[in-house]
């Protein structure tokens, strides 16, 4: 059948209409279930295992591009590394607890410092011992969710399951402190994505990387670990500890010398930045 000129042109113009409806549904729909940086395919903002790389350094460029950027609730997408404030500012952070052995240790050492500091907590963890969350809270202590049983590898996982260890694990920490705010969210390793970090974004949470590691984590030694920290430190740096994932009696000893050192050396102290850069 022969199709005239003006029935050519109608059709085209349908096509871009329903293009132009088509992108108004995208943008309004869920940003979990898009790459909130443009791209097509989800890629990892942090390698998967451990803390191999400072503050998931190896999507600096994307975490960059998304500083600028916020969710739906008013919160950035991009990754939070530095502290909050002005100058020489240090935000501790604490990283795979709550524990029954360590975290009180940690909690009187950050007292007797006058330091308040931002928990990362395992959501299982949580629930397990809702005495120490609010310990922790009662202390005056930032709440971060680090997922419901800290799987490095949930970035190679599909969207709802990401979404389920974020927001789940979130909620085993509400529990434990009903009307205490959970105000950041640290994916296990840093692995994070751009699906990962638009969901705890739209739910409150700003995304939390690191700027200083000294890999606590793997015991490497009281001395190994104050050097780490006590380099040279970056602009208003986050430091990562851990007072969950086993012993932690040397993360314990460190925290207890550094932190007297940065007071030392004309250190405040802050919780992370959590609404710009």
Not at 67 to 92: D, K, M, N, T
Not at 135 to 148: P, R, T, Y
Not at 185 to 201: C, L, N
């Amino acid at each position: 059948m022969r199709i005239t000129t003006s029935s050519a042109r109608r059709r085209r113009a349908g096509y871009v209409a329903a293009a132009a409806l088509f992108g108004l549904l995208a943008a309004a729909g869920t940003p979990a279930y898009a790459a909130t940086d443009g791209s097509v395919v989800r890629t990892p903002d942090a390698p998967p295992s451990g803390h191999s790389a400072p503050a998931g350094t190896a999507g600096k460029a994307r975490g960059t591009a998304h500083g600028a950027a916020q969710g739906a609730s008013g919160v950035p997408l991009g990754i939070s590394r530095l502290a909050q404030g002005a100058g020489r500012q240090v935000a501790i952070t604490i990283d795979d607890g709550p524990d029954p052995r360590w975290t009180p240790q940690v909690l009187e050492t950050l007292r007797k410092n006058h330091v308040k500091a931002t928990f990362c907590m395992i959501g299982t963890k949580a629930q397990k011992y809702p005495e120490l969350v609010r310990a922790v809270a009662a202390d005056g202590h930032q709440l971060c969710d680090h997922s419901v049983d800290h799987d490095v590898t949930m970035d190679h996982k599909p969207v709802a399951y990401q979404r389920q260890q974020i927001l789940d694990g979130k909620a085993m920490i509400e529990k434990a402190v009903p009307g205490v705010p959970v105000t950041y969210y640290r994916a296990p390793g840093g692995a994070f994505t751009p699906d990962s970090r638009a969901i705890a974004a739209a739910s409150g949470m700003r995304p939390l990387g690191w700027s200083v590691d000294p890999k606590d984590w793997s015991r490497p030694g009281l001395k190994a670990i104050l050097s780490a920290v006590e380099g040279k430190l970056p602009q208003q740096p986050t430091v990562l500890f851990h007072d969950g994932g086993g012993d932690r009696s040397e993360t314990v000893a460190a925290l207890k010398e550094y932190l007297p050192w940065l007071t030392e050396q004309g250190y405040g102290f802050s919780f992370p930045a959590r609404t710009a850069p």
